[in-house]
């Protein structure tokens, strides 16, 4: 592990980043608008869309390609993106030449999953229509990936739209119970995701859906015709256990390749931090939305 990676590990146990993060969940901040377009570096040029006044921006760089990726930033399904989320759509844009659309879908306590999928669908119908002659990539990081593992199956079943050429997830919420009883051991070493406060988040979010619902819980939904799905998780967090589980039904899925990479040493969404690790992540991810040798 690189050294800016142990320390940012190092800081969020000194930091007791876990027992900040279940406040921020009890209390969630709104407006805080990082995504306003005044904040984006003047190397992209961004264009703001609206989805039943829920917000979302496209940026590009000087020289974009007809690849656009849709990006759905993390939070439990209840903060807001941060800084770091504009950071990495810019360098998505800038430096990969990607369209990126990043869509703010609502947040729980004051909407549910119902809402986020209603939303999230329009604007992905909305993008197509727009943008007619991209290639459309998903991409998520925690609740964000969790999201879009579940879009994906209710895009399947609707059948109305086209599928994203490929989906890539960090650090997927993929039971929103954390039910798994292998949990407690990984609990043991990860220090930012406090177990107790994510699973009242994920029952406010369930709104009126069961907690194995698809559209809550993509992990029990059917992960057949879902295409190249490319997963990463860290071996000190609490989500991996529910990644493993998946990995295990790789071989026997139809219409769904699933590409499984553990990040030895590796503490929850390690792409929030600037690091040797999620440079490494990055490049592997754009590699896989292009086609390139990348394994």
Not at 91 to 120: D, M, R, T, W
């Amino acid at each position: 592990m690189s050294l800016k990676a142990e320390k940012a590990k190092l800081f969020a146990k000194w930091g007791k980043a876990n027992r900040k993060m279940a406040l921020e969940l009890e209390q969630p901040a709104r407006g805080s608008f990082e995504l306003d377009p005044l904040k984006f570096t003047k190397r992209v040029r961004v264009k703001t869309f609206d989805v039943n006044g829920f917000y979302g921006v496209t940026i590009n760089g000087s020289y974009p390609k007809n690849a656009h990726i849709l990006m759905l930033p993390g939070g439990a399904y209840t903060l807001e993106p941060t800084e770091r989320t504009r950071e990495i759509g810019e360098y998505l844009a800038v430096y990969e030449g990607f369209k990126v659309s990043i869509f703010q879908y609502p947040l729980s306590p004051e909407y549910s999953a119902l809402n986020a999928h209603e939303c999230l669908m329009e604007a992905y119908s909305s993008l197509r229509k727009e943008y007619p002659e991209d290639d459309f990539f998903l991409f998520g990081d925690f609740s964000g990936g969790g999201l879009a593992l579940s879009f994906l199956q209710v895009l399947r079943d609707k059948g109305e739209l086209p599928m994203p050429v490929k989906t890539a997830v960090v650090s997927p919420w993929l039971d929103i119970a954390l039910e798994n009883p292998k949990i407690k051991l990984f609990q043991k070493t990860d220090v930012i995701l406090p177990l107790e406060a994510l699973r009242e988040a994920g029952r406010k979010y369930c709104g009126p859906l069961e907690n194995d619902h698809p559209m809550v819980s993509p992990l029990y939904g059917d992960w057949n015709g879902l295409g190249p799905i490319l997963i990463f998780s860290g071996t000190e967090e609490i989500l991996t256990p529910d990644c493993e589980l998946l990995a295990e039904k790789a071989g026997k899925l139809e219409g769904t390749e699933i590409i499984y990479k553990k990040g030895a040493g590796m503490f929850h969404d390690w792409i929030k931090v600037p690091s040797k690790e999620t440079d490494g992540t990055f490049k592997l991810i754009c590699s896989f939305f292009r086609d390139e040798d990348w394994e």
